[in-house]
C-alpha cells in the first residue's frame, strides 16, 4: 500500500486534552473551532472520543451523517458556507444510544481513518478532540500525527486537586511524546449565585494556574461555571455568537488571538473581532 | 488446505492482531482485528473466582461520562457502608490512566506491600480499604502511557492478587467509556456473582447521552443494573441558601432517562462545594458535616441501595 499522506491541506493543527473526564474538553473544542471561524478562518473539528462523542450534539448537528465522496468520507458541516466542517464517531451510528464498545485495536484502527479518510479539503485550522487518558485514542492520534506539523496541546482542566492530578500525568504524557504543550485552561473556575451574585467556588480555585507554574507552561486563562454556556452546549447554539461579551466568550477570544493566530496571520484577518 | 495459520501471523494476542499486512486477505482477520479474541489462562479464571467467593456484594459504580462523580460516590458509598463497623468494605479503582480514589479517600502517597497471601490493600480505617494504581506509581507525575492488553493485565492482577481477606462490600470504580476496562471487569465478574452496577450521571443531556449508551454496553454484556444516581442535580448558594440549577436537565434528567429504561433511581447528590474540597483533602465528608443536606443525601442513597441489593 502507498503511504498515504495525512491532512495534506491543513495548516494548523492543535489537540484539545485532558487526563480527566468532564472537565470541558468538548466544550473548548467547540467555542474555540467557532471563534476561529468568526474570525473567517476555515476550520475542521475531529472529535476522536468514541465511546462518548459530545460534538454533534454541541453544535446542534445530532441527526447529520457522513457521505461518502471520491475522496474519502465528507464532513458534516453547520452551514452552507462550509467554514466549519465536524467528524465524530456518532455520525455514523445508527442509532444514537448505541453503545460503541471496542477494544483499543479496533479504536486505534478508527482513528487512522479518521485522520487518512475524511476529506477535510483546505483546512486552516484542525482541532482535535480526545476522550480522557493516556491510553490507545491518545498514542494513536499522535504515532499517525507523527509525518505532520502538530502546533501543540490544549490543556483542560477544572480546578480542584483531583482534576489536577489526572492532568499533571498528561503532562508527563505530553512531555514524554515530545507533544508541544500550548498551554493549561482552568475551566469551571466559580459560580456567581443568580440571586444575591455571591461567587462560590465549586470546584475550588486556582488549580490550573498552580500546574501550569508547576510544569512551566503558560497559563491560558480560566473560564467561570456558566450556565449559558452549559445551556448553548446542551442546545447546540453558538455561544461565542450569541454572548460575544461574557467572560467565558472573551477567554476563548483571547486564546485564539495569542496562542493560535500567528502573529503575521492575525494581521491580515479579513473580519477581526473587536475586543 | 494450506497452512491455517498465516505465515508472519502476529498472533491473536498481539497488538497487530487483525491490522498486520499479513492478515490480508485471512478470514479471521475482522474477529481479529475487534479485539475480541483474549485467550484466557483457566488458572487465573480461577484465581479470582477463589479471592471472589470471600467477598459478599461486588458492586461497580460506572457511568459513559467522565467527571460526573464516579470516583466522589464510591468513596462515599464505601464510607456510608463502613460507618457499620461490623461490615469489611472495599474500594478497587480500575481507572489505570486517571485514579482518584487514593486522593479522595486520602491515601496519597501510600504503597502497597506484598506478602505471601498477595497484595495488602491500603487501610483507612480498621474496615475501609483501598486498592489503585495510584498506590503503584512512584511520583505523582508518573502517567501510565498503556494500551488496552496492558490494561486488563493489571486488572486481572488485582482481581487476583489482592488480599482482600473476606469482605461485605466491594465497589468497582471504573474510567469513563465502554472500552477495555469495561469489558475485561465485565468479563471476569460475571462469572462470580457481580452485584451489579450504579450508574452515575449529571443531569444534562450531554451527560445522559453517554450514560443511556453505557445502559445498552451493560444489557449487551449481561450486567445487571441496580440503579441510577444524578449527581450534581443543583446547588445551594451558602450566602443567601438559595437552589439554583447550574448543570440543566434539558431532557429530564437522570429521574426520565431510568423511568424510560425502566430501572430503579436511587436518588440526587447536590452540588457542594465542601464535599470537593473534602475529597480534595481526603478527609472524610460525614466527620466534618455530618448534618449536612448533602450527607443526608448519601445516607439516603445508601439505604436505596441496600434495598434494591436485597441486604
Known amino acids: ?275 | 488446505m494450506e497452512n491455517e495459520i498465516p505465515e508472519h501471523c502476529p498472533g491473536v494476542q498481539s497488538e497487530a492482531a487483525g491490522k498486520a499486512s499479513t492478515c490480508d486477505g485471512c478470514p479471521n482477520q475482522k474477529i481479529c482485528a475487534s479485539g475480541e479474541i483474549i485467550v484466557e489462562d483457566p488458572k487465573i479464571m480461577v484465581g479470582i473466582q477463589e479471592r471472589m467467593l470471600n467477598v459478599k456484594h461486588k458492586i461497580l459504580v460506572l457511568s459513559g461520562k467522565g467527571g460526573v462523580g464516579k470516583s466522589t460516590l464510591t468513596s462515599m458509598i464505601a464510607r456510608v457502608f463502613a460507618q457499620d463497623l461490623a461490615k469489611n468494605v472495599a474500594v478497587m479503582d480500575i481507572d489505570i490512566c486517571g485514579p482518584s480514589a487514593p486522593r479522595i479517600m486520602g491515601v496519597e502517597g501510600e504503597t502497597v506491600h506484598q506478602s505471601g497471601s498477595g497484595w495488602s490493600p491500603v487501610y483507612i480505617g480498621e474496615n475501609l480499604s483501598v486498592m489503585s494504581v495510584g498506590l503503584l506509581l512512584a511520583s505523582p507525575d508518573d502517567a501510565v502511557i498503556w494500551r488496552g492488553p496492558k490494561k486488563n493485565g493489571l486488572i486481572k492482577q488485582f482481581l487476583s492478587e489482592v488480599d482482600w481477606g473476606s469482605l461485605d462490600y466491594l465497589l468497582m470504580d471504573t474510567p469513563p467509556g465502554t472500552s477495555d476496562e469495561h469489558l475485561s471487569i465485565a468479563q471476569y465478574m460475571l462469572p462470580c456473582q457481580l452485584t451489579g452496577a450504579i450508574i452515575v450521571t449529571s443531569p444534562q443531556e450531554i451527560s445522559l447521552l453517554d450514560v443511556r449508551k453505557e445502559i445498552n454496553f451493560c444489557r449487551k454484556v449481561n450486567i445487571p443494573i441496580i440503579g441510577i444516581v444524578e449527581n450534581m442535580s443543583w446547588f445551594v448558594c451558602p450566602k443567601c441558601r438559595k437552589e439554583s440549577e447550574i448543570f440543566l436537565a434539558t431532557t429530564g434528567g437522570a429521574r426520565q432517562m431510568a423511568s424510560e429504561f425502566n430501572l430503579p433511581f436511587l436518588g440526587q447528590i447536590p452540588l457542594d462545594h465542601r464535599l470537593t474540597q473534602a475529597c480534595d483533602e481526603g478527609i472524610d465528608f460525614f466527620e466534618e458535616y455530618s448534618d449536612s443536606a448533602t450527607a443526608s443525601a448519601f445516607i439516603q442513597l445508601v439505604k436505596e441501595i441496600k434495598a434494591h441489593i436485597k441486604e
Open chain 1, 1 to 275: 500500500m502507498a503511504n498515504v499522506q495525512i491532512l495534506p491541506n491543513v495548516k494548523h493543527v492543535f489537540l484539545v486534552l485532558s487526563g480527566k473526564g468532564g472537565v470541558g474538553k468538548s466544550t473548548v473544542s467547540t467555542q474555540l473551532a467557532l471563534t476561529l471561524q468568526n474570525c473567517g478562518f476555515k476550520v475542521g473539528l475531529l472529535d476522536i472520543d468514541l465511546c462518548g462523542p459530545s460534538i454533534p450534539r454541541m453544535l446542534g448537528l445530532e441527526n447529520s451523517a457522513v457521505h461518502q465522496c471520491a475522496q474519502g468520507w465528507v464532513p458534516v458541516y453547520t452551514s452552507p458556507e462550509q467554514t466549519l466542517g465536524v467528524m465524530s464517531v456518532g455520525f455514523l451510528l445508527e442509532n444514537k444510544d448505541d453503545p460503541v464498545v471496542w477494544r483499543g485495536p479496533k479504536k486505534t484502527a478508527m482513528i487512522k481513518q479518521f485522520l487518512t479518510d475524511v476529506y477535510w479539503q483546505d483546512l486552516d485550522y484542525l482541532i482535535i478532540d480526545t476522550p480522557p487518558g493516556t491510553s490507545d485514542e491518545h498514542i494513536s492520534v499522535l504515532e499517525n500525527l507523527k509525518t505532520v506539523k502538530c502546533d501543540g496541546a490544549i490543556l483542560v482542566t477544572t480546578p480542584q486537586a483531583v482534576a489536577v492530578g489526572d492532568v499533571r500525568r498528561e503532562l508527563t504524557f505530553c512531555k514524554k511524546t515530545g507533544l508541544n504543550v500550548i498551554g493549561i485552561l482552568e475551566n469551571m473556575c466559580g459560580y456567581v449565585c443568580p440571586h444575591c451574585s455571591e461567587c462560590t467556588n465549586i470546584f475550588s480555585y486556582g488549580g490550573g494556574e498552580s500546574l501550569a507554574e508547576m510544569g512551566k507552561v503558560p497559563f491560558l486563562g480560566r473560564i467561570p461555571i456558566d450556565p449559558k454556556l452549559t445551556k448553548a452546549t446542551e442546545n447546540g447554539e453558538n455561544f461565542i455568537t450569541a454572548f460575544q461579551d461574557s467572560v467565558a466568550a472573551q477567554a476563548f477570544i483571547t486564546i485564539v488571538k495569542k496562542y493560535m493566530i500567528p502573529q503575521e496571520e492575525s494581521m491580515d484577518v479579513s473580519e477581526p473581532i473587536d475586543v
